[in-house]
């Protein structure tokens, strides 16, 4: 019985093949068991399992070789990539054309229809163009072809383009582009600034054609480039303004030196949003310490109190007020004051020569904390209103806010 379990396991052996390589071809080994003894069949199997254990290790250690091989020219070409040359695109192309849609909020149109190209645009994500790259492989942007609006990254992270002058060689060509006149404003829409080539020590050297800028909610800026006058001339991002991309939404980014970008907190002017108006519905004799306005047509915001007659500053900002009364008895004189925080700050003054009416409206502006109190006192001599005269009124405004 061994021995026929022995020869049933060296039939199933025989169809083993040699994987020993000769040439491009392989040997096919069969096995011929019928004459051979029991000792000399173990013997044949285990020098063909030791053949392919070693033909097994062979063929991993290529494949690992291969694996590596494979490893080092994804490497090589990735920093081809890096340093890749616009000089050799061809005529039709551009360097990083994806469209970039803003996230935050919709596309919005202007007044005109056209689409604003802070919601469309092309992100140009090139890091040798950055300030501080330099390489033997010059770019030239004259043989872009661009097309639309587009906004700078450096691998992934909003950038801008430097507002002074960048040393030759750098920026991934021989004469560097910088933006003369500055970033404009949101404020100021899309304008046109100046562009300058540096090359032989003088900034200025290529005055390249102007573009378009516009600045955009989110600390960024989006430009309309064009082809420059001559090769080889590209345009910079300055890798100094990084920073500019951390800023929150209630900062600016800020430069003293053009070289250091910080940012710094908004000064935001927003319109006002604060406006109420009243009258006392009757007549006032002698002193009133606070005139109750409680006929009150207008009060936006709700900062106005109708049963005490004072208005109280809902926040920091510059406010303007009025007051107003008439008079109708001979030779008197009559004073309404504009109290702030206990201050009699401005007068409405009525003096009657003879028998008329007189009237009279004053205004004042000024600088309100928030929480301050203005209220009207009738300070001396006689004001005539009736229901529907509106002759003895009080109002204001909130004209900005301060933060």
């Given at each position: 019985m061994v021995a026929a379990g022995i020869q049933v396991l060296a039939l199933l052996l025989a169809c083993a093949v040699s994987t020993a390589e000769t040439g491009q071809s392989f040997k096919l080994k069969m096995w011929k068991t019928e004459d051979q003894p029991v000792h000399q069949q173990f013997s044949q199997v285990n020098e063909e399992?030791?053949?392919?254990?070693?033909?097994?290790?062979?063929?991993?250690?290529?494949?690992?070789?291969?694996?590596?091989?494979?490893?080092?020219?994804?490497?090589?070409?990735?920093?081809?990539?890096?340093?890749?040359?616009?000089?050799?695109?061809?005529?039709?192309s551009s360097p990083l054309?994806?469209?970039?849609?803003?996230?935050?909020?919709?596309?919005?149109?202007?007044?005109?229809?056209?689409?604003?190209?802070c919601y469309h645009y092309s992100g140009l994500d090139q890091p040798w163009r950055a300030t501080n790259f330099s390489t033997k492989n010059v770019a030239c942007d004259r043989k872009v072809q661009w097309k639309g609006w587009y906004r700078l990254f450096y691998r992934g992270k909003t950038i801008q383009m430097p507002e002074r002058c960048v040393k030759m060689e750098m920026c991934g060509t021989h004469s560097p582009l910088w933006l003369v006149g500055g970033h404009p404003r949101i404020r100021d829409g899309i304008v046109t600034r100046k562009v300058c080539g540096h090359w032989n020590r003088n900034c200025c050297a290529f005055k390249s054609p102007p573009i378009q800028v516009k600045a955009c909610r989110g600390n960024f800026y989006v430009y309309k480039f064009v082809k420059p006058q001559a090769c080889h001339l590209a345009y910079c991002a300055d890798i100094n303004t990084l920073v500019c991309g951390r800023c929150k939404k209630d900062e600016i980014c800020n430069s003293r030196d053009k070289i250091n970008w910080f940012c710094k907190k908004s000064k935001r002017r927003v319109k006002a949003k604060v406006h109420f108006f009243a009258s006392y519905p009757g007549s006032l004799r002698g002193k009133v310490n606070r005139i109750q306005f409680s006929k009150v047509y207008v009060n936006v915001g709700g900062a106005f109190n109708s049963r005490t007659g004072v208005f109280t500053a809902p926040v920091t900002g510059v406010y303007q007020f009025f007051f107003s009364t008439q008079s109708a008895t001979n030779g008197a004189k009559t004073d309404l004051w504009l109290v702030i925080n206990g201050y009699w700050v401005s007068v409405s003054h009525t003096h009657v020569s003879s028998s008329n009416s007189v009237g009279n409206l004053s205004t004042y502006m000024t600088s309100l904390r928030k929480g301050a109190l203005v209220y009207v006192t009738h300070n001396c001599g006689n004001s005539w209103a009736n229901s529907a005269s509106n002759?003895?009124?009080?109002?204001?405004?909130l004209l900005l806010v301060r933060i």
């Open positions: 399992i030791e053949r392919l254990k070693y033909d097994q290790a062979v063929m991993k250690q290529k494949q690992e070789d291969m694996n590596q091989a494979i490893m080092h020219c994804a490497q090589m070409q990735a920093s081809r990539d890096e340093e890749v040359n616009v000089t050799t695109l061809q005529e039709g054309p994806y469209p970039f849609f803003h996230e935050d909020e919709d596309p919005e149109e202007d007044n005109d229809g056209v689409l604003d190209p002759t003895i009124t009080f109002g204001g405004s």
